[in-house]
Each structure stands twice: as structure tokens, then as C-alpha cells.
């Protein structure tokens, strides 16, 4: 497992044993370190508002690839929260409307 995020969120996922990535405050700093934690691990977890510095056709194909599994968490502050999955498949589904 990797995970991609702020400092303070990355000791715990540290202690569990995942591969951390803490991305400098540098021009393309978080893409290549989701690029790497991509090629290192098959599990990816990188917080929301990491994960929005990113360009949105890479999470979009990370988000929908089957390997590594990429998955979009919170931070420990609750700084950025991840998107709301259940309310976009009721949204594309037509069960729901904005």
C-alpha cells in the first residue's frame, strides 16, 4: 500500500506499514509522487486535496483503473473531504437529481 499526503495523516498510514509520499510544495511534486506510489504499489490512497492538484484526466483513469486500486480518503484535519462516490452513481443512474 501507498499513500500520498500531508505530513500529520501519513504517520498513521506510516505505522500501519503503507509506503508514504509527502510531496514537496514543488510544480509537479504531487504527480510524481502519485506516478511513483502508482508503480510501487497496488493499493494507492492520496488525500483530497492532494488529489485535486492533480490533472483530472490522470485521477480519472487512476480512479477507474482495476490495478493499482486508487482511492481518494480524507485527511486527518478534514481540510478536503473526498467526492461523495454514492451521490455522483445515484446522479449517472438517474435514481437522483441534483
Known amino acids: 500500500m501507498a499513500f500520498i499526503g500531508d505530513e500529520v495523516t501519513a504517520t498513521g498510514f506510516r505505522l500501519a506499514g503503507a509506503r508514504v509520499h509527502v510531496p514537496e510544495p514543488a510544480p509537479d511534486a504531487v504527480r510524481e509522487a502519485f506516478e511513483t506510489a502508482r508503480a510501487e504499489a497496488s493499493v494507492v490512497l ?40 454514492e451521490t455522483a452513481m445515484r446522479r449517472a443512474l438517474g435514481v437522483e437529481t441534483a
Open 46 to 85: 492520496i488525500t483530497a486535496g492532494l488529489a485535486g492538484e492533480l490533472p483530472p484526466a490522470l485521477l480519472e483513469e487512476a480512479l477507474g483503473a482495476t490495478a493499482p486500486l486508487t482511492l481518494v480518503v480524507d485527511d486527518l484535519l478534514g481540510e478536503a473531504a473526498p467526492p461523495d462516490l
